[in-house]
């Protein structure tokens, strides 16, 4: 990441600023940084010749500096004190003769913060100074042994997977354990191959297993699972076929199905999770209520079959599979809850069942435009939904609400597309007309459609939004 302040020959490492808060941003008083916190920032403008306006932990500050600066740029600082409700800082990147060495800016920063310079340290570095994070000691020791739990060798250069995972989990203040880190990673890997995904697989497995399953169970509790997770692979899997009001009340019970009822208690080695506490989410149809647990219950029974020697493989895939999707569906409670402050975002993923096949057709996101505390407000709210299709490629729509005016922006593969879905915007005008909204012209932009799953830390997430607590019903 490039940290030079400014243009060769203008700034030099160990130079001071002073730091001051925009008036209209910060009434309530300043954010709480101590003596010695390093802090990232990026210049957003300059405002007089030694003013500059810079965004630092997400929020707005002044800045006056001797200094020259230039707009783009990310600045990295340390707190030296706070005087006159003004703060100073010292400019911590290197001068400009290190310019073109980039992992050279970052080399200074473990040591002032006490730390090694390991590959695991500056990797953390750049993505807290990325998403804003604030920059501490006993915050990087955090999340490098959250890393611990997940890399197969202590010190390597993390991937971008798990780094997003630690990232959520020190953002959503959920516990710093083993089985918590595991699972989100498990879930987070899985979103990001691709075309299938968690629910996609799950579905897929449960369909496949099935003519298997029945003939080779014999026993009523093991049967009566099994048919409870055959119920539900039925109930979360969209027909087409079956018309609107069918796919309107399978939509629901899909995308109930990825949500808690409650809190998750964390557990994980108990059936996968120890149950719920606290208060409830959404409410779900039964077949597709606490997945994880019912399917982690139903691989334990298969144990007693063991015993029998018979079809030594074919039973050693099933436990091996399900171990794999329970684990990645808690991962998806996990991702879908916690309790810190975050951006607002919820995330599904919408298997369909076209000509006897199960496919991943697309994604769903929901976001909460007004903050993470505040329930999904019908009139102020972003969707967006990307569909693969046979005919007109992937496309992705982005879909405002903001009280009774929609806007639409949309990504498609080609541009004829764009054209097709023009002509047919008038019917969708008069439908949500007769809602109540005034339904804009859609802009498209033709370009390559990917996923729109991009939690924070893997590559192009910088400005990706976290996932909030679930206080919604579906």
């Known amino acids: 990441m490039d940290l030079i302040l400014s243009a060769p020959g203008q700034v030099r490492a160990g130079g001071h600023a002073t730091l001051g808060p925009p008036p209209s941003r910060h009434k309530g008083g300043l954010p709480a ?18 003013t500059y306006l810079l965004v630092v932990e997400g929020q707005g500050v002044l800045a006056r500096s001797a200094f020259s600066l230039e707009v783009g740029q990310f600045v990295v600082m340390e707190v030296q004190e706070f005087r006159d409700s003004r703060y100073m800082v010292r400019l911590l990147s290197p001068g400009p003769e290190q310019k073109e060495k980039g992992e050279e800016a970052m080399k200074s920063l473990p040591h002032q913060l006490g730390l090694k310079d390991t590959p695991v340290h500056r990797a953390l570095i750049q993505a807290f100074i990325a998403q804003k994070l604030p920059l501490t000691a006993e915050r ?23 780094i997003a995972t630690v990232l959520h989990a020190l953002k959503r203040e959920l516990p710093p354990r083993p089985e918590v880190l595991q699972a989100l990673h498990a879930f987070v890997n899985a979103e990001k191959e691709g075309r299938q995904g968690t629910m996609t697989r799950l579905v897929s497995f449960l369909f496949s297993a099935s003519p298997v399953l029945e003939e080779f169970l014999t026993d009523a509790q093991g049967r009566s699972l099994w ?3 055959k119920a539900a692979a039925k109930a979360l899997v969209l027909r087409p076929h079956e018309g609107p009001a069918g796919v309107a009340e399978q939509l629901r019970s899909l995308l109930g199905a990825q949500l808690p009822r409650a809190e998750p ?92 096949q199960i496919l991943k057709w697309g994604e769903l996101l929901i976001k909460k435009d007004r903050g993470s505390t505040v329930v999904i407000d019908p009139q102020d709210f972003t969707v967006t939904i990307l569909v693969h299709t046979r005919h007109l490629g992937t496309l992705s729509l982005e879909i405002r609400v903001r009280k009774s005016e929609v806007t639409v922006q949309g990504k498609v593969e080609y541009a004829w597309v764009g054209r097709l879905l023009d002509s047919c915007w008038s019917t969708l005008e008069e439908a949500l007309e007769g809602l109540g909204y005034r339904l804009h012209k859609a802009t498209w932009a033709v370009c390559r459609v990917t996923s729109i799953f991009n939690p924070q830390g893997t590559p192009g997430s910088g400005t990706a939004p976290g996932v909030i607590s679930v206080d919604v019903k579906v």
């Open 265 to 356: 208690s964390h557990g994980y080695e108990e059936g996968v999770g120890k149950g719920f506490e606290g208060r409830r989410y959404g409410e779900v149809s039964p077949p597709g209520r606490d997945l994880p647990t019912r399917l982690r219950q139903f691989i334990r029974h298969l144990d007693q079959y063991e015993a029998t020697g018979e079809k030594p493989a074919f039973l050693a895939s099933i436990k091996e599979e399900g171990h794999g999707l329970a684990r990645q569906l808690w991962g998806q409670y996990l991702w879908q809850t916690g309790k810190g402050e975050g951006e607002a975002y919820l995330y599904f993923s919408l298997p369909v069942l076209l000509d006897g």
């Open 140 to 162: 990087l020791k955090e999340a490098a042994l959250m890393l611990g739990f997940l890399q197969a060798r202590a010190g390597e250069v993390p991937s971008p997977e798990e």
């Open 227 to 229: 048919l409870q997770l």
């Open 33 to 50: 940084w101590r003596v010695g916190h390093v802090i990232g920032g990026k210049v957003l403008a300059r405002i007089s010749a030694d």
